[in-house]
């Protein structure tokens, strides 16, 4: 993967490039960070023809190794304001790898946005006006590019939400099956694909061939390897077999899942949302609903779920964590039929399910709906589709939903909703949601590992925690490989370099690997400053400062001071 | 004046200080800075519990002095992120001075605001429950208060709008007749008293007597000289017989007039919104119109009007240049019946007429209603009042209304609305509007004075410009008097100096007055800095960079790095 597509959404004209030696180790979010801080304005508007959009395949992107195929989805966030990267399973991965295509770079914006779906084949790209998708719904839009284009493809669209350019949006996939609906969610980088007149984004790797590892025996090996210490982990297991949604009982347990309007720590009805149940009624109920899918062909774990009705028709695929606790507690919600309804109807509006159901659980508070009303959340999500004042009030994400209806309690750091973990009891996922350049978003950081071994509820060594999650988080999102690759990395911290020098012919270390990290951050924090989003001027929402969090009744007393010095930190040894 | 009242909004609790020496030294807008940096945690949530609200009252409020006695409202701003500063005339400043109260400091806030008002007499202050205050228009809510408190005090309220913590929410006040409805615009001030369950405030200043001049001789000279000055300067005149709409037609033929969000710099129906004829409507249809009085009791300018129907009743009091060119042009409304019954009807919501006509500008573009359409237009700002989904946006300010319904072309400078000139064709107001720690406000700086002296075209000198004008402005707001005395200091630069050393015994120059100008602007500066809200990160929207603006077909084409320069740019000799 050497190729770079640089494509002007305003004249429709298209270059190919080949990428520098400098381009060739950045990857996924560290290409995003490099590029923008080299090229973008850091005060550009995010929805402005300034912004560019990039979609950046990961280091081991082209290389057999399990979760690796993940796409990063980057930009000025129209929600932080800072520089946003989101990824994504699916099927675009792999077609990126075929073309030899490292990155996709969307730049300008045309005045009147109209539909067009951009369509890249092997050595050719061109922008084709699609009217006829003009407001559809993300899963309609991949059935017809599917039939239009062939099925083998790698697919992006946004949904109406994208198109209107509500900050909520997010950038639609699907796997190589056309099962599952996959979501770059986070920081709203559907409405700026969508202002960009680009609904779709068709990679099509027919007649084209992945290059050659530069030692074919080293990867297969190390791959081997992971794969070993990956199913030799009983955490693989239980994720195969419950997926994300595992965590909800511990979530609730711990008294950090995100309950009406992130007021309390624990629903009452936390049961009837569960991994356990959502793993059972699977069972139960049959039909089209399966466990154990992956996201990205070749995944060992494959944590994925189809979640059917009880008639065993697909709700959604696949039902989530994130989903679950935004949609769900937070909403006062415990059916989880409603739940996954919920989840399909943000699915194929096109918006993120933690930002939208923040911005629910915010209406609920202004009293719009009430706590716990599953057709009005509905309606609410088809009121964004349709575009009403209304639901481009909640499309717009929880800031602006708290400030337009008069809410003061609005769980967002950097402009962005809270995933599913109150940071008052869960102290080291605060400081990530504080001083990480992604604002709050659990992937650049999730304490949740840690509380086990570490009181969550205490304030010290958490920022020591959220750094070295950090720098993993990065180091993981570079590489294009999943978060629950980490086992691997764990037992064997060479094993991410000894992939990339199998890969790509190189000579790094464990300590390469981490500085690359490192960088990241970095560039990521100065591509921030710029834009006048530093992290020394964000922290939590005051309400978590002061009004404590039941069951353990607790506030978030982190001082800023401490975090501040996150940067300056002793680094850890190892990060994984 | 050397009192200052603490009134903690969520306790109740009322403390009477005297103020320190330093704070004797500030007035207005400079003593909202120096407490805002010194005493308010720049992160805070400008709706939250630690965010305050200030009125100060100008270090000239408590002589007799023309055109002084203006109160300062001042907080962080909802709008742009910093500090925030808005000045209003009428009868708050004189009751004030003769309760010897320099400052009123609103504190905290409670988690259910409910309308209350804070009475303030001699030596007591108090909040009292006004259960049917609730949701009451400002007019309406003004002559509850004169009949319940006397028809002497000073009174500030606000409306709806700042009940319901609408960003884009207005403090009104009325003149010591009660004929006026005068507002502190600016910045959402509104919002931050609303929030803070102060529905009114009423200085009553029943057995007080303002203090004694230090050098009574020394001030009678000077102000004597004063009046004399403005007397002979042809301006004054033009400006008591039309105030401030006399500048329209100017604004027009200079091609900065917005015209149909700021698409277009002149309006095919300037004539009938100018103040000729604003002028000639009121001469001609008697009743209830009027014209030449003043805003603060004794000033002899009196530029202000009460613009009547056709039957002679009134519409709204005063018609201003500002509220006609939004709420005018910039709608594509040129009927000047509907712009007063606009204005009226911001007035009554509370909410200012710069950031709401700026909004409903925007509105217009996303084709919620049309250019031109009046009823439409009343329709949207009667949504204000109600709180309906579509009203809340509009409240909320031009940037949210351009986020929410999906517009690129949004006059807005660090999230504050552009006022009546474009700065395009005006190049010096658009350094201000980019550099100004009060964000796009011409009240802080505003060129039009030099566009006959200097190319408002030019790209050259209008940094120059623009400090020396945004010094003088910071001087005036803290000296708490009205723009329009300029050609007095002009005339005698040393004449601020003597004023004020008269007043109080001290023994101040021009540079000392020139310095206390400067220092207001570099502490609100850092307080910025601070809130991440530096002027350095802050530019025109991109819009304006691209987009050729008719009749001159001109661009806003200075260099940010140019901007950027501005503070150590050589200080002029004379700054008035």
């Given at each position: 993967?050497?190729?770079?597509?640089?494509?002007?959404?305003?004249?429709?004209?298209?270059?190919?490039?080949?990428?520098?030696?400098d381009e060739q180790k950045w990857g996924g979010?560290?290409?995003?960070?490099?590029?923008?801080?080299?090229?973008?304005?850091?005060?550009?508007?995010?929805?402005?023809?300034?912004?560019?959009?990039?979609?950046?395949?990961?280091?081991?992107?082209?290389?057999?190794?399990?979760?690796?195929?993940?796409?990063?989805?980057?930009?000025?966030?129209?929600?932080?304001?800072?520089?946003?990267?989101?990824?994504?399973?699916?099927?675009?991965?792999?077609?990126?790898?075929?073309?030899?295509?490292?990155?996709?770079?969307?730049?300008?914006?045309?005045?009147?946005?109209?539909?067009?779906?951009?369509?890249?084949?092997?050595?050719?790209?061109?922008?084709?006006?699609?009217?006829?998708?003009?407001?559809?719904?993300?899963?309609?839009?991949?059935?017809?590019?599917?039939?239009?284009?062939?099925?083998?493809?790698?697919?992006?669209?946004?949904?109406?939400?994208?198109?209107?350019?509500?900050?909520?949006?997010?950038?639609?996939?699907?796997?190589?099956?056309?099962?599952?609906?996959?979501?770059?969610?986070?920081?709203?980088?559907?409405?700026?694909?969508?202002?960009?007149?680009?609904?779709?984004?068709?990679?099509?790797?027919?007649?084209?061939?992945?290059?050659?590892?530069?030692?074919?025996?080293?990867?297969?090996?190390?791959?081997?390897?992971?794969?070993?210490?990956?199913?030799?982990?009983?955490?693989?297991?239980?994720?195969?077999?419950?997926?994300?949604?595992?965590?909800?009982?511990?979530?609730?347990?711990?008294?950090?899942?995100?309950?009406?309007?992130?007021?309390?720590?624990?629903?009452?009805?936390?049961?009837?949302?569960?991994?356990?149940?959502?793993?059972?009624?699977?069972?139960?109920?049959?039909?089209?609903?399966?466990?154990?899918?992956?996201?990205?062909?070749?995944?060992?774990?494959?944590?994925?779920?189809?979640?059917?009705?009880?008639?065993?028709?697909?709700?959604?695929?696949?039902?989530?964590?994130?989903?679950?606790?935004?949609?769900?507690?937070?909403?006062?919600?415990?059916?989880v039929d409603a739940v996954a309804e919920l989840?399909?109807?943000?699915?194929?509006?096109?918006?993120?399910?933690?930002?939208?159901?923040?911005?629910?659980?915010?209406?609920?508070?202004?009293?719009?709906?009430?706590?716990?009303?599953?057709?009005?959340?509905?309606?609410?999500?088809?009121?964004?589709?349709?575009?009403?004042?209304?639901?481009?009030?909640?499309?717009?994400?929880?800031?602006?939903?708290?400030?337009?209806?008069?809410?003061?309690?609005?769980?967002?750091?950097?402009?962005?909703?809270?995933?599913?973990?109150?940071?008052?009891?869960?102290?080291?996922?605060?400081?990530?949601?504080?001083?990480?350049?992604?604002?709050?978003?659990?992937?650049?950081?999730?304490?949740?590992?840690?509380?086990?071994?570490?009181?969550?509820?205490?304030?010290?060594?958490?920022?020591?925690?959220?750094?070295?999650?950090?720098?993993?988080?990065?180091?993981?999102?570079?590489?294009?490989?999943?978060?629950?690759?980490?086992?691997?990395?764990?037992?064997?911290?060479?094993?991410?370099?000894?992939?990339?020098?199998?890969?790509?012919?190189?000579?790094?270390?464990?300590?390469?690997?981490?500085?690359?990290?490192?960088?990241?951050?970095?560039?990521?924090?100065?591509?921030?400053?710029?834009?006048?989003?530093?992290?020394?001027?964000?922290?939590?929402?005051?309400?978590?400062?002061?009004?404590?969090?039941?069951?353990?009744?607790?506030?978030?007393?982190?001082?800023?001071?401490?975090?501040?010095?996150?940067?300056?930190?002793?680094?850890?040894?190892?990060?994984?």
């Amino acid at each position: 993967m050497n190729k770079i597509l640089r494509v002007n959404a305003r004249t429709g004209e298209t270059r190919w490039q080949t990428c520098s030696e400098d381009e060739q180790k950045w990857g996924g979010r560290s290409f995003i960070a490099h590029h923008f801080l080299k090229e973008v304005d850091p005060l550009c508007d995010p929805l402005g023809r300034n912004n560019r959009l990039i979609i950046a395949a990961g280091l081991l992107g082209d290389i057999s190794v399990t979760t690796a195929g993940r796409v990063s989805v980057g930009g000025k966030s129209p929600l932080t304001g800072g520089i946003k990267e989101s990824n994504v399973g699916g099927a675009v991965g792999k077609n990126m790898a075929r073309l030899g295509l490292k990155t996709v770079v969307l730049e300008e914006a045309p005045d009147s946005p109209k539909p067009r779906v951009l369509l890249i084949r092997k050595d050719h790209a061109e922008l084709i006006d699609e009217p006829e998708l003009q407001g559809k719904a993300t899963s309609e839009t991949l059935k017809i590019l599917r039939k239009r284009f062939g099925d083998q493809n790698g697919l992006l669209c946004v949904g109406p939400a994208g198109e209107m350019g509500l900050s909520g949006a997010c950038v639609a996939t699907t796997d190589h099956t056309g099962v599952q609906l996959r979501v770059a969610g986070r920081g709203g980088l559907g409405a700026v694909m969508g202002v960009k007149g680009v609904k779709a984004v068709v990679f099509d790797a027919e007649g084209a061939e992945s290059r050659s590892p530069a030692d074919r025996a080293a990867l297969t090996a190390a791959s081997r390897e992971l794969n070993k210490i990956l199913r030799d982990d009983p955490k693989t297991d239980n994720r195969h077999n419950f997926g994300t949604p595992a965590v909800l009982s511990l979530c609730n347990a711990l008294g950090i899942l995100p309950t009406r309007n992130f007021r309390f720590g624990q629903f009452e009805q936390a049961e009837s949302i569960s991994g356990e149940m959502i793993a059972e009624l699977i069972d139960k109920r049959g039909g089209e609903g399966r466990k154990g899918l992956p996201c990205v062909q070749g995944c060992i774990i494959a944590c994925s779920n189809v979640f059917a009705d009880p008639s065993g028709r697909t709700t959604v695929a696949s039902l989530q964590y994130e989903n679950i606790g935004l949609l769900g507690s937070n909403c006062g919600i415990g059916d989880v039929d409603a739940v996954a309804e919920l989840n399909h109807l943000c699915n194929q509006v096109g918006v993120d399910t933690i930002e939208t159901g923040a911005a629910i659980g915010v209406a609920m508070e202004a009293g719009i709906i009430a706590f716990g009303d599953v057709e009005g959340a509905k309606d609410l999500l088809r009121q964004v589709g349709k575009g009403t004042p209304l639901g481009r009030i909640i499309g717009s994400g929880v800031v602006t939903t708290g400030r337009v209806l008069g809410v003061r309690r609005v769980p967002a750091v950097k402009g962005q909703a809270m995933p599913a973990y109150d940071p008052r009891s869960l102290k080291g996922i605060g400081v990530t949601y504080a001083m990480s350049p992604m604002g709050a978003d659990h992937t650049a950081g999730n304490a949740l590992e840690t509380a086990r071994s570490h009181d969550p509820l205490s304030r010290e060594g958490q920022v020591e925690i959220s750094l070295r999650l950090q720098i993993r988080g990065a180091i993981l999102d570079s590489l294009g490989v999943c978060l629950f690759i980490r086992p691997a990395f764990v037992k064997d911290p060479s094993l991410a370099a000894r992939l990339l020098n199998a890969s790509y012919g190189w000579k790094w270390t464990y300590q390469d690997v981490r500085n690359m990290g490192l960088e990241c951050l970095e560039v990521e924090r100065e591509f921030n400053r710029r834009a006048g989003v530093a992290d020394d001027q964000c922290d939590l929402p005051e309400f978590m400062r002061t009004e404590p969090l039941p069951p353990h009744d607790s506030i978030f007393d982190i001082p800023k001071e401490d975090m501040d010095r996150i940067w300056a930190a002793q680094l850890p040894e190892d990060v994984f």
